[in-house]
């Protein structure tokens, strides 16, 4: 009499002593490198938080040494930071919004091997990775269309990203015709199939260029010196540029010397504060679009 397959109980495959050594070898890996990136984070966030007197004597570890919130007190409340900091929330909000859009809208069809020219087309869109008109040519553009000390002067040059419209791309190529072709024998034009077929299953990497935007925009302050001259339009990280290059020129000595010491890490403490709790959130998607975003291209 034959034998039943039972499969009520899971079945479990044996582990060969050798990929047991390569978990082991890529767990440790794994986590010396994390040590090694998340170290010098918390280090600046120790050396925030520090006296100056333990900063000078090189007493600071992992840990504040002589607690202190002074440069904290003086960034946040000596000068226009928060103000600064909206308009970085602005600038970030609007651009990545419109940044996704621009560039989900020139991927989509340049996935599509029947569109006309596109032979042609995507040749010209991945020259532009190399070869660029330079940054005088770009500000005599800006300049003679007006678009200095406005929003669009920030966000325009950083709109696009061929890149990343190379990652929406491939993946694009990878959503199923038969969805797309069964949305247009419902009524759905190649618009619609866009919008209510290709967007809803592009989350992934949606999330990804998201991320990606976000983080260019947040940390742009070279755009803002070539075309924000009204400082009441400067983005944090600008102004946190501006904070650390004049931090000389207060004029209590004492003061000077305990912003000096500890500036540079607060600065950097506060600017890479939201983008790390932000980045938790979208984990899963970064990692699932960044797969699936390379497969092709």
């Given at each position: ?86 308009n970085t929330i602005l600038y970030a909000i609007v651009g990545t919004v419109c940044a996704l859009f621009f560039s989900a809208i020139l991927a989509y069809p ?13 040749p010209l869109i991945i020259f532009t990775m190399y070869f660029g008109g330079g940054m005088i040519p770009n500000y005599i553009l800006m300049t003679s269309l ?152």
């Open positions: 009499m034959a034998k039943t397959l039972d499969t009520s109980k899971p079945v479990k495959i044996k582990e060969s002593r050798g990929y047991r050594v390569f978990q082991v070898c890529n767990t440790i890996l794994m986590v010396l490198i994390s040590a090694a990136m998340l170290y010098p984070f918390l280090y600046l966030v120790a050396q925030s938080f520090s006296s100056t007197e333990a900063i000078i004597a090189g007493e600071v570890g992992l840990l504040p040494v002589g607690f202190s919130v002074s440069t904290y007190e003086y960034v946040l409340t000596g000068g226009k930071f928060i103000p600064y900091y909206g340049l996935s599509k091997k029947e569109l006309r020219g596109n032979k042609v087309i995507s007006k678009l200095t000390n406005t929003i669009a002067g920030f966000i325009l040059p950083g709109l696009i990203s061929t890149y990343y419209v190379i990652l929406m791309r491939s993946f694009f190529e990878t959503v199923p015709r038969e969805l797309e072709e069964a949305g247009e024998i419902d009524g759905l034009d190649q618009v619609g199939a866009f919008i209510h077929v290709a967007l809803p299953l592009s989350t992934p990497i949606m999330a990804t260029m998201a991320l990606f935007y976000l983080v260019q925009y947040w940390n742009d302050w070279f755009d803002a010196f070539l075309y924000l001259t009204d400082d009441s339009m400067w983005p944090v990280a600008y102004y946190l540029r501006n904070l650390i290059s004049t931090s000389t020129t207060v004029e209590d000595a004492a003061e000077s010397m305990s912003i000096n010491a500890n500036i540079k890490s607060c600065a950097m403490v506060l600017t890479a504060a939201p983008i790390i709790c932000v980045y938790p959130f979208i984990q899963r998607y970064f990692v699932q679009g960044m797969m699936l975003g390379g497969v092709k291209g």
